[in-house]
């Protein structure tokens, strides 16, 4: 393995950390809720009534931040290994476990975990077991 000691940021990886666990703290401390993307998005889908503003918000604030933030910094390269297929059926993938898990990664890993949450643990473990065992294959076995 090699790493590209260029792209290895762990100042700011960590201050964006902890940017993402401020603002998960402090939406569930004014708002009751657990920032969960697939949550706040599933919520969209059947919604309940007086329930749709602050999810749209925080939907169009997911979407407009890189947008904001392109208009101050330079655009990324951006290099994509995998077929548009591969990506279609990985996201398909990835939906179809948050159903499963009740939860996504940022549901379960940032605000289950900070709440030690027995579920989020196993759910989180599992993420990350199964991201390490796909790394693995796709890399070593099918490489």
Known sequence: MVIDWNAFTPVAASAGGA???LAAAIFLLFNGRIA???GVLG???APAR?????????????VGAPGAWLLLAARPALQVD???GALVVAGLLVGIGTRYASGCT??????GLS?????SLVATLTFMAAGF?????????FA
């Open 50 to 62: 007086g329930d749709v503003g602050w999810r749209v918000a925080f939907v169009l604030g997911l």
């Open 133 to 141: 065992a796909t790394v693995y294959l796709v890399r070593h076995l």
């Open 115 to 119: 709440r030690l949450s027995p579920r």
């Open 36 to 38: 969960g993307i697939s």
């Open 43 to 45: 919520g969209l889908l």
């Open 19 to 21: 940017l993402i666990g």
């Open 82 to 84: 995998a077929s548009w």
């Open 106 to 111: 940022s549901g379960h890993g940032v605000c």
